[in-house]
């Protein structure tokens, strides 16, 4: 028996059996690259779900980690946190918003909060009765029973019930149904600016800005889901900026940790005052460690240049996946930025997974016919054409379906 199928044995006993794992035990990573319990080495193209943007063990992130590490771990939110105030500064640098970070552990909370909110800022000014959410057809916005309620996903909800009263759901992409669907108890709209756990589905040019011009006529809250898309991952440091749209509410997690669990939501002051004393918090939210790493991330980004060089790869990386229409089985490639969704046709994406996971590329299937890939941004152009290569071959191997 090989190490990965005895690491899969025990996972079977020890574990809740609600992952469907690949048959992969992962123990080391470098850059782009992670090496299995058998030495086998794969390109990470997952990205451990768009969140490595700095790649596996990235210098900056060790040595912030280590550092941080060896001064002071966690003391709670009792008290002030020097590395999570310089975190929210450098935050609010690069929104739209001047003030009003707040942290938390992941991306579920922050949409947690975020709807949380929502509600308080319209029921603190006398409009309780305005507590209604409006959110899109297949998102996803995390697996709390809140964040579970507006991605609005049957197969997520199931068994579930009863979910949380208030929430309605319009056709993503639609502006018609958007302004019909808003109305005088309308609390906020939660949009992702682009779809991803639905398979990289971008909203169609001017969505954002109909959302946010038809919100605020209607008096509510546009609150952005950036978890997947924000800190880099499209080629801007927000997806929102490539339509020039400033939202009430934004919330980030994934990316900006890098792979240290990490959750923030980012409110202008208007709102963000609402979150008034006792109202919400978080044992860990913004601890020493998670902020001592998303700091070093902001600055890989922005100083680091690594934003700039993430678009030219990640221009590279398309084109060279566009070449593969050639071969008759990729039908479109979609997304932005290095969050790329390549669109099968006449073969199962499952099917394509495994075969490019042999050939030693991990790229994730969404549904029937979508690969998802979030590589780190630190990708180079050699690793993208590597890439684009064992695909190829993944799925010229593939059998038809
Ligand atoms: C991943 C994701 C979440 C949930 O984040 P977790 O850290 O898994 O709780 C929420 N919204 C979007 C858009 C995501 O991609």
Known sequence: MSQTEQWAARAQRALTPNY??????LVRGEGVRV???????????LGGVAVNVLGHCHPAAVAALTEQGR????????YFVPRQIELAEALLAVTPFARR???????A??????????????????HAERNEILSTVNSFHGRSLFTVTAGGQEKYQHGFEPLVPGVRHVPYGDVAALERALDRKTAAFIVEPIQGEAGVVVAPPGYLTAARELTRRAGALLCLDEVQTGVGRTGK??????????????????????GFPIGALLASEEVGL???????GSTYGGNALACAVGLAVLRELTQGGLLERSRLVGAHLRARLEALTAGGRVASVRGQGLLLGVVLKGV??????????????LVNAIGDDVLRLAPPLTLTTAEAAEAADLLDAALAAAPAA
């Open 20 to 25: 469907r794992q690949q048959p992969v035990a």
């Open 35 to 45: 090496w299995d319990a058998d030495g086998k080495s794969y390109l990470e193209f």
């Open 71 to 78: 001064t002071l771990w966690h003391v709670s939110n009792h």
């Open 101 to 107: 970070a707040f942290f938390c552990n992941s991306g």
């Open 109 to 126: 909370e922050a949409n947690e909060v975020m709807l949380k909110l929502a509600r308080k800022y319209h029921a603190d000014q006398g």
């Open 237 to 258: 440091m927000w997806a929102h900026e490539w339509e020039g749209v400033a939202p009430d509410l934004m919330s980030s997690a994934k990316a900006l940790g890098a």
């Open 274 to 280: 609402h979150l008034s004393a006792g109202s919400h």
């Open 348 to 361: 199962r994406a499952g099917a394509v997974m495994q075969e490019a996971r042999q050939r030693g590329l």
